[in-house]
């Protein structure tokens, strides 16, 4: 299913969804102990007694702050690890292969305190969240080492010295980076942190390094685009190749606005504009590298009024996060899907529906016009969800609530199961960001409702209720 369209709100939902997982005891500030919550059996450490509840204090010497030093240590073929267990300390030795892990599992990929953004920048999509929302979706994380874990971007602007070290050392790669302008002096006016344009010095540091680094640029009218848009696409590809890829994604906007930096969404010709920019870029770029390297997002060019490009444009996709290249990627596998389906038509007629984002409608409307055309007795109404919650100028499925769902698709004919982009849900849970779970909107609609992922495959599948 068609996730969402790259808007810098959904980036910003995506990142935090995923940042749920690890900030349980965010609250609790200061340091936190590599507490083991799970030991693997048979492996090494279950072999030595550990067990869960013991807490792990160094290895070969080195205290242990997070899962990143967890990996880092233990790659010798020998490790001296120190436990504390019932109160008491213990040391360990182990004989391993080198990069074989010990078996352990913890309580939190970060095992001290967590590290919130210190920017106030111009299009901060949670400063633009309703009130009275889930405590964790306000919380707004710039943490490194998350970078690496779990695919957050990062801005480097609260990176101390001996973090970037550590960086280094530990050739922490892919690192993923906000970088949003490469002016110094812009960089400075955006994000409203003093240091924001020094912390640019830090990525040259780490491409010398060999570190890969994946660039995103959210792009805001008259500011950080035209010839500022330029300027950051020329310098950043200067660093190619550990800059492995650009990604420029519009700004995002809510009616949550009151008090804060007035700001414009994209029109359809300030949106052509800047694919123009990119486009002209990729087309330099790749006659002499071989790559395009920077990519404008699937929503720039819906807004402009362009078509998608095929998805051999988008290369490895490596942006899809940032929603480049999803409908390409959408429409090849679905494509894919109904070459290799050999039912040409459905043994029992099926009436299902799909509920999305207005973004994705005209897509997903030929999606399922193709299937219907392919396979016999497939009945299938696209229904878009206008986000009453969040304000209209948000169009992108991944940011639909349960309660905008019920309330425009209550009398509508649903037929017998409704199909929703699975990203529309809490990561790994079926709760929508108004906290309505699937079932309330189950029970609501009288009607089993069927979450599915961005896959073409998987689409077709759930529309026809057959394996494909």
Do not use: W
């Amino acid at each position: 299913m068609l996730s969402s369209l790259p808007e810098a709100g959904k980036i910003t939902r995506l990142l935090l969804s995923n940042f749920e997982i690890a900030i349980d005891n965010k609250n609790s500030g200061g340091k936190m102990s590599a507490v083991i919550t799970g030991v693997e059996p048979g492996s090494l450490a279950a072999k030595k007694q550990i067990r869960a509840g013991d807490t792990l204090l160094k290895i070969n010497g080195h205290e242990i702050e997070d899962v990143l030093d967890y990996r880092f240590y233990i790659a010798e073929k020998s490790v001296e690890a120190l436990f504390s267990t019932g109160g008491k300390t213990k040391t360990v030795k182990f004989k391993k292969q080198e990069y074989e892990d010990l078996g352990l599992d913890f309580e939190t990929y970060l095992m001290d305190e967590k590290r919130n953004c210190r920017n106030n920048c111009i299009f901060c999509f949670i400063d633009q969240l309703p009130k009275n929302m889930r405590e964790t979706l306000y919380f707004k994380d710039d943490d490194a080492r998350l970078s690496f874990l779990m695919g957050n971007y990062i801005t480097l602007t609260n990176l101390k010295e001996r973090d970037v070290e550590r960086i280094i050392e530990m050739h922490i790669s892919p690192v993923n980076i906000s970088v949003h302008t490469t002016n110094p002096d812009l960089r400075v006016k955006m994000m409203r942190n003093k240091n924001a344009g020094k912390a640019l010095d830090i990525i040259p540091r780490l491409a010398a390094a060999g570190i890969k680094i994946n660039c995103q640029l959210v792009l805001c009218p008259g500011i950080n685009d035209g010839a500022e848009l330029e300027r950051s696409l020329r310098e950043l590809s200067a660093l190619y190749p550990s800059v492995e890829n650009i990604a420029a994604v519009p700004i995002g906007l809510t009616d949550h606005r009151e008090g804060l930096f007035e700001l414009n969404p994209y029109s359809e010709k300030e949106a052509l504009s800047v694919v123009r920019i990119i486009e002209n870029f990729e087309e330099a770029f790749f006659k002499k590298n071989g790559t395009r390297l920077a990519f404008a997002a699937d929503e720039f060019y819906l807004k402009a009024g362009l078509q998608i490009h095929d998805a051999e444009f988008y290369e490895d996709m490596d942006q899809l996060e940032n929603g480049v290249g999803l409908i390409a990627l959408l429409q090849s596998e679905f494509n894919s899907a109904l070459k290799l389906n050999e039912v040409e038509k459905l043994d029992v007629p099926r009436k299902i529906s799909i509920a999305t984002g207005v973004a994705a409608k005209p897509f997903i409307d030929k999606l399922a016009l193709s299937a219907q055309n392919s396979i016999a007795g497939l009945d299938c109404r696209v229904y878009s969800i206008i986000n009453d919650f969040f304000g209209q100028l948000i169009n992108v499925a991944g940011l639909v609530t349960g309660n905008d769902l019920i309330s425009q698709l209550e009398g509508k004919e649903l037929g017998e199961e409704l199909l929703i982009p699975s990203v529309m849900l809490r990561s790994e849970g079926d709760v929508f960001l108004d906290d309505v779970s699937v079932a309330d909107v189950e029970k609501r609609l009288k009607i089993k409702v069927k979450p599915v992922a961005n896959d073409g495959f998987e689409l077709l599948s759930a529309m026809t209720g057959l394996e494909v």
